[in-house]
């Protein structure tokens, strides 16, 4: 089974800071990765799918990049609604199964 | 337009069986490749993957809950079903539905809001 370690646990930074969030997969996915942004009592919300697209609706200033093993979510600058919770995602062929991460949490500095 | 609710009891007892119900609306389950999946998160923790169901029928059970878990759909009702057996304390966590919309796709694009599912004598 594929693990996804994503770092840091906690990123604590300013509106209109830069943000990068890693995300390390135990093997290649290729580019099979997701990533999702959770605020606090909400449902996750697609952001990123194979590593680079942004999902619908989706602001330019996010950013994916990666593949095989090492991943990258990036926020080119930091609004005050972009402060949450993100998780990155992948798949498993066999056992067939969906692997989260265990999450970065974005705090206001 | 998509949208996914989920339902259930807010309370069980331990030993109890979970039913959930996810009722959905502005997609078909009879569409090919479309696909419905069951996404649990324990308070302050992190996402898990509890299983999913295709337009074909096919299920998939995470690994480690596979003996406790059983998904179903009711395509002319546009529900899936998710039933857990020998409830637990430790699997209090909100529940929630997501759609994945294509075979080839891994991703989630649309969930409901959750369900907080509480295990307690």
């Known amino acids: 089974e594929i693990v996804l370690t994503q770092s840091p646990a906690t990123l604590s930074l300013s509106p209109g800071e830069r943000a990068t969030l890693s995300c390390r997969a135990s093997q290649s996915v290729s580019s099979y990765l997701a990533w999702y942004q959770q605020k606090p009592g909400q449902a996750p919300r697609l952001l990123i799918y194979?590593?680079?697209n942004r999902a619908t609706g989706i602001p330019a200033r996010f950013s994916g990049s990666g593949s095989g093993t090492d991943f990258t979510l990036t926020i080119s600058s930091l609004e005050p609604e972009d402060f949450a919770v993100y998780y990155c995602q992948q798949r498993s062929n066999w056992p067939r199964g969906y692997t989260f991460g265990q999450g970065t949490k974005l705090e206001i500095k | 337009q998509v949208t996914l609710r989920e339902s259930g009891p807010a309370l069980v007892k331990p030993t109890q069986t979970l039913t959930l119900t996810c009722t959905f609306s502005g997609f078909s389950l009879s569409t090919s490749g479309m696909c419905v999946s069951w996404i649990r998160q324990p308070p302050g923790k992190a996402l898990e993957w509890l299983a999913l169901i295709d337009w074909d029928d096919d299920k998939y059970y995470s690994t480690s809950l596979k003996t406790r878990l059983t998904i179903s759909k009711d395509t002319s009702k546009n529900q899936v079903v998710l039933t857990m057996t020998n409830m637990d304390p430790v699997d209090t966590a909100t529940y929630y539905c997501a759609r994945k919309y294509s075979s080839s796709a891994y991703y989630f694009d649309y969930w409901g809001q959750g369900t907080l599912v509480t295990v307690s004598s």
């Open positions: 194979d590593a680079s």
